[in-house]
């Protein structure tokens, strides 16, 4: 059973800067995908960016170029790097693992969910 816990979230006004951080229970990082997914009141959730573990990325277009996701060698952190937030990133955001195999940036492909960290960008 693999845990993971959130942190990182805050307010912030438009234009400004978080770095949200995801750590595990242990080392299981190797070999799963691993992705920020985020849900703002009354939407679905919806994927933010994954990172397989061959390090490739992939990110939903609406944060391409703002976000970065990443993870520490040791892969025992997962990291989502925000710059230039808008009001509209405004959700709460979760840690989410796939075990199996590919990477594809869906919650219905995630076997593993942090309980979230909450992101409020005002105008």
């Known amino acids: 059973q693999v845990q993971l816990w959130e942190s990182g979230g805050g307010s912030v006004q438009a234009g400004g800067s978080l770095r949200l951080s995801c750590t595990a229970t242990?080392?299981?990082?190797?070999?799963?995908?691993m992705a920020w997914f985020r849900q703002a009141p009354g939407k679905q959730r919806e994927g933010v960016a994954s990172?397989?573990?061959?390090?490739?990325?992939t990110y939903t277009d609406s944060v391409k170029g703002r976000f970065t996701i990443s993870q520490d060698n040791g892969q025992t952190s997962l990291y989502l790097e925000m710059n230039s937030l808008k009001p509209e990133d405004t959700a709460m955001y979760f840690c989410?693992?796939?075990?199996?195999?590919?990477?594809?940036?869906?919650?219905?492909?995630?076997?593993?969910w942090g309980k979230g960290t909450l992101v409020v960008v005002s105008s």
């Open positions: 989410a693992a796939d075990a199996g195999w590919g990477c594809e940036l869906s919650a219905g492909n995630m076997d593993y």
């Open positions: 990172i397989d573990h061959d390090g490739t990325t």
């Open positions: 242990k080392s299981t990082y190797s070999g799963y995908c």
